[in-house]
């Protein structure tokens, strides 16, 4: 099923499983689409900029992306897609949604400076890969540099009705929410759905200021998908003292860097992937630094039993 502008919830920023070798470990694929199908996540979204996608070849992108799409069955995918050239862009685009995937995800590129330009950009993206194809604009300033202002947001989505959601990834980005919201009440914004990222850092107040749910890849999940039913159920206090157990690991694995070391290697103590390995060039975790993930994940633990047991698909909180 194609995503649309209703899409909520969470879905789920999956890392790229990998050998020690360097090689796709397709069986990892496997247990961690499974996992977040079992932890009631909505989508899950592959080839991000924490995918390592820029260190796969094309051929191994395409790999990559259609075992997860495969695998998640009814759970959508979406693919990033994102490329220095819109050949390789429409390529992979083509070849996800051929496979069953629900849209794909497209950022800007970092040389883009003025509101034109970048409206421009994506109007020649989506004439690449086709207007049939739903798409994700992710807004990451942080990483790539490059400032969409909510009038901006606006004229991209206005002019791509194929345009279905938004990441959010702006920070501070308060705001932003906010405004985008109130051009939907004045009548100048058609429907959109905001799935928020940045590791999930603002999730609380983000649901609150009018998210409809989180798209990153903290390695619980099950934190994000408990914060966001909570809040949908105004159930505020007991939203934020969920997310005020886990925000200590968030913060720790938000650090540049080293934050997918991080993902990675909770992820593989919880049995989701066999290694924590990235290709390289990629970081490592000192064994000072895994002493004190395993000291957050004990204090986590204290609030949210999850952090030291096998995942459940009951909820917490």
Same mark, same amino acid.
Do not use: N, Q
């Given at each position: 099923m194609k995503l649309t502008h209703d899409a909520s919830g969470t879905f789920a920023i999956a890392?790229?499983?990998?050998? =020690? /070798? #360097? &090689?796709? =470990?397709? &069986? $990892?694929? /496997? &247990? %961690? *689409? =499974?996992f977040y199908t079992e932890v009631g996540c909505n989508g899950v979204t592959v080839l991000g900029i924490l995918g390592e996608a820029p260190k796969m070849d094309a051929a191994e992108a395409e790999t990559v992306a259609v075992r997860f799409i495969k695998r998640a069955g009814s759970l959508q995918t979406v693919v990033g897609v994102s490329a220095p050239g819109f050949a390789a862009m429409r390529s992979l685009a083509r070849a996800s949604m051929d496979a069953g995937a629900a849209a794909v995800m497209i950022a800007p590129t970092p040389n883009l400076r003025t509101d034109d330009q970048i409206v421009t950009y994506f109007k020649q993206a989506v004439e690449a890969i086709g207007d049939d194809i739903p798409w994700v604009l992710q807004d990451y300033p942080l990483t790539l540099g490059v400032v969409m202002t909510p009038a901006v947001i606006r004229r991209i989505v206005m002019d791509s009705p194929s345009c279905v959601m938004l990441k959010h990834e702006d920070w501070p980005g308060l705001e932003k929410i906010t405004a985008l919201r109130a051009f939907q009440k004045d009548g100048s914004l058609r429907p959109l759905s905001i799935l928020t990222g940045n590791g999930a850092t603002f999730l609380d107040f983000e649901m609150e200021r #009018?998210? /409809? #749910?989180?798209?990153?890849g903290y390695a619980f999940p099950e934190l994000l998908i408990d914060v966001v039913r909570l809040s949908k159920e105004g159930k505020r206090d007991a939203a934020h003292d969920l997310f005020d157990a886990h925000l200590p690991l968030i913060r720790y694995e938000q650090q540049p860097g080293v934050g997918l070391a991080v993902r990675k290697y909770v992820l593989n103590k919880r049995g989701m992937i066999a290694s924590a390995a990235q290709r390289?060039? #990629? $970081? $490592? %975790?000192?064994?000072?630094? &895994?002493?004190? *993930? /395993?000291? %957050?994940l004990s204090r986590v633990a204290r609030v949210d039993k999850r952090a030291l047991t096998a995942p459940q698909a009951s909820a917490a909180g």
């Open positions: 890392p790229t499983p990998f050998h =020690d /070798d #360097g &090689r796709i =470990d397709g &069986r $990892s694929i /496997d &247990r %961690l *689409v =499974d #009018g998210a /409809d #749910g989180a798209m990153t390289k060039p #990629g $970081s $490592s %975790l000192s064994a000072k630094a &895994r002493e004190e *993930v /395993d000291y %957050l």
